[in-house]
């Protein structure tokens, strides 16, 4: 709903405003006018409609529900990489670059954030990482304000609640208990992550953006499948989780399934230095969410199959299919949620036509709503003359992209397929398309572990993060706010 149709903003009052209040502002504003004004004008006009609604009990009620939906609602965007399909006695593929923006002329004020930050202590951690570490906890204190909740967990064989779940509250004594942490022990993630969502339950969930930051450098020992059970349980209940791994020693297979349940982020920090930054990072995008559990309905005719989905902003991470779902994480700000999936769709052999309905669920948490629908839908003509219309050039850069990094993940399926000759040949290629695209470092790091390849038959533990993650993060140069209709 427009600017000009706000009711309580023509009134120069607030939503909570009493049915006094009101009524002094309309006469207030009657006075303003000259008493010659035609009750025709339309600024008149418009000052007399909004008492006529907001003067009335039940009216007004009708309105607050209708503007509540009009800020809450969300737009679709969607490109296909065709539209037209052939006629053809084998399966196809085709794309789809979807966005999901907020319709609201101008955002709520943010939900306050309950946030529990899980930190690894064990022996690894010693020396310049938890330094780093502190150090970044202590800086994103400072910035978070007193209506935000933040409790502070460190782990290694057990958990220590450093800082319970409360009110913001940055001192002394807040500093000297993060400085006091030392690191010692073993690696046991589920311990810390419990303690942390325990912290984290302590407040109403209702009332707040719900989020958990792991902090490893390390990989757990024999809780691996409770840590997973923990994280589809903490989803249920809107809890998201995000996962930062320190140096090269983690196991980033298992981070991502951690992360999945809630559709959260996993980050590569390779240089301690990085850490501050990060996080300040991820906190802002964590204030400025519009809209959480968003999720499209995969309510798709037989002939079409999901091959992959990858989220590419606000952040990259691969995307995975649940009980015929995709969980799609946050809105954050104005900025639009985007996604790129990846369609089979079954041989065609006669004309046809194929209606795949979009529908999404989302949450906004400043407007106290649940499952907000919002719905699109993409529709493919099989015919004999099928038309090669180009795609836009940003989905092209988009596939392009994320074929590099899929890439780089195929090398090391093979590699433990035992077919090494094939893994140093799509590594050798991958060097060149990174270098092509001006990606010196990345190149770099391809080319070494061709050459590693050929000789020993493996890769590095920290050249296949460097790629993995280096990849993954091309998606993320894309400039998404450019025309895609270009």
Request: hydrophobic fraction near 40%; aromatic fraction near 6%.
């Amino acid at each position: 709903m427009s600017q000009d149709s706000d009711y309580y903003e023509i009134l120069g009052v607030i939503p909570a405003a009493t049915p006094e209040v009101i009524r002094v502002a309309f006469n207030s504003l009657l006075k303003g006018f000259p008493k010659d004004t035609s009750p025709e004008d339309p600024v008149f006009q418009q000052v007399l409609q909004a008492y006529k609604v907001l003067s009335n009990s039940k009216r007004r009620a009708t309105y607050d529900a209708l503007m509540k939906k009009a800020a809450a609602s969300l737009r679709v965007d969607v490109q296909a990489s065709r539209l037209s399909l052939e006629l053809s006695e084998t399966e196809q593929l085709a794309y789809l670059l979807i966005d999901i923006h907020s319709k609201a002329q101008k955002l709520n004020p943010q939900t306050p954030l309950n946030l529990s930050l899980v930190i690894d202590r064990s022996t690894s951690m010693r020396g310049e990482r938890l330094d780093k570490v502190k150090a970044a906890v202590n800086i994103l204190m400072a910035r978070l304000t007193a209506d935000n909740l933040l409790s502070v967990v460190t782990f290694s064989d057990r958990a220590q609640l450093v800082i319970p779940a409360d009110h913001v509250a940055y001192n002394i004594h807040v500093t000297a208990k993060i400085n006091s942490i030392e690191a010692s022990g073993g690696t046991e993630i589920y311990q810390g992550l419990s303690a942390g969502v325990e912290e984290i339950r302590q407040a109403p969930l209702s009332n707040y953006m719900n989020h958990l930051i792991l902090l490893t450098d390390g990989r757990t020992y024999g809780d691996s499948d409770k840590c997973l059970q923990l994280a589809y349980a903490a989803a249920e209940q809107g809890i998201n989780i995000s996962a930062v791994g320190i140096g090269t020693d983690w196991n980033d297979e298992f981070l991502d399934k951690l992360v999945a349940p809630s559709s959260g982020h996993t980050a590569f920090i390779e240089n301690p230095e990085d850490i501050i930054n990060h996080l300040g990072k991820q906190i802002k995008g964590l204030g400025q969410v519009y809209a959480q559990n968003v999720r499209l309905s995969l309510d798709f005719p037989e002939d079409v199959t999901v091959e992959t989905g990858f989220k590419l902003t606000p952040f990259a991470q691969p995307l995975t299919i649940e009980d015929r779902q995709i969980n799609l994480g946050s809105i954050e700000g104005r900025a639009p949620l985007s996604f790129l999936l990846e369609l089979k769709i079954a041989p065609q052999q006669r004309p046809n036509r194929i209606n795949i309905p979009l529908n999404f669920l989302a949450d906004i948490p400043s407007q106290e709503i649940k499952n907000d629908l919002v719905s699109a839908q993409v529709q493919f003509l099989a015919l004999k003359d099928a038309s090669a219309a180009s795609p836009s050039p940003i989905l092209i850069k988009a596939v392009r992209m994320l074929n590099m990094y899929r890439m780089s993940e195929k090398v090391q399926d093979d590699v433990e397929a035992g077919k090494t000759d094939e893994a140093a040949a799509r590594m050798g290629h991958l060097s060149t398309r990174l270098l092509e695209l001006g990606q010196a470092k990345l190149a770099h790091q391809a080319h070494t572990e061709t050459v590693r390849l050929a000789s020993m038959g493996s890769v590095s533990e920290e050249g296949r993060k460097r790629l993995k993650y280096g990849t993954r993060a091309l998606l993320e140069l894309i400039d998404w706010d450019s025309n895609k209709d270009e």
